[in-house]
Nanobody
Framework: QVTLAESGGTLVQPGGSLTLSCVGS????????MAWYRQAPGKQREHVAS???????FYRDDVKGRFTISRDYAKRSIYLQMTGLKTEDTAVYFC???????????WGQGTQVTVSS
């Protein structure tokens, strides 16, 4: 069982950019799907972006064109590049892994992203 650790969350101004990282405790090669989710205060956790073993990517509509998910097997990591950040992007962001897209059974502890002036 892999464990996941996120990093990179911080305070950023609206319109700014930020890249989150998620590193696995072992190789992520062979994990069929990995993803980023987020949870804002008082709201349910929601899917942000996923990447399949084949490299296909999936995004929620309100981040398309602004966020990019990517993967680096050599570094056992996935990333979430975020641009054009909005106050509504404020949330704790979680990394996840699982057997298929939208079916995740391993979660990191989360990293806080706050978008505010």
């Amino acid at each position: 069982q892999v464990t996941l650790a996120e990093s990179g969350g911080t305070l950023v101004q609206p319109g700014g950019s930020l890249t989150l990282s998620c590193v696995g405790s072992r190789s992520i090669f062979g994990i069929n799907a990995m993803a980023w989710y987020r949870q804002a205060p008082g709201k349910q956790r929601e899917h942000v972006a996923s990447i399949s073993a084949g490299g296909s990517t999936f995004y929620r509509d309100d981040v398309k064109g602004r966020f990019t998910i990517s993967r680096d097997y050599a570094k056992r990591s996935i990333y979430l590049q975020m641009t054009g950040l909005k106050t509504e992007d404020t949330a704790v962001y979680f990394c996840a892994a699982g057997p298929r897209i939208y079916e995740y059974d391993t979660w990191g502890q989360g990293t806080q992203v706050t978008v505010s002036s």
